[in-house]
């Protein structure tokens, strides 16, 4: 049973930063893809950024040059640094994990519980 656990998020002014991270226990981390997403009330769950297993990395394009993903594969933990946030980006954001291993097409499957973050103008 793999368990996800988000932490970092809070209240920050337009233009600050933050950075989320995600707690990963009960599977094997290495080979398996894992991605960043957020929703808002009223609007469904979108992608914001993913690490493919084989170390490609993608984002949303309203966050590009802004976010950055990255993982530790040592400590099992992965991480968004969000940089220039603006008031847009507040949501509860979620990491979430492929349970497939070595999954060419990477698929969310288990998600933590979420973070708020939430941005002021």
């Keep these: 049973q793999v368990q996800l656990a988000e932490s970092g998020g809070g209240l920050v002014q337009a ?11 009960g599977r094997t981390f290495s080979t398996r893809s894992m991605g960043w997403f957020r929703q808002t009330p009223g609007k469904e769950r979108e992608f914001v950024a993913g690490i493919h297993w084989k170390g490609r990395i993608n984002y949303a394009d309203s966050v590009k040059g802004r976010f950055t993903i990255s993982r530790d594969y040592p400590k099992d933990m992965l991480y968004l640094q969000m940089n220039n946030l603006r008031v847009e980006d507040t949501a509860v954001y979620y990491c979430a994990i492929d349970r497939t291993a070595h999954a060419e097409t990477p698929r969310y499957d288990d998600w933590g519980q979420g973070t708020q973050v939430t941005v002021s103008a």
Excluded at 15 to 25: A, M, N
């Design 15 to 25: 233009g600050g930063s933050l950075r989320l991270s995600c707690t990963v226990s």
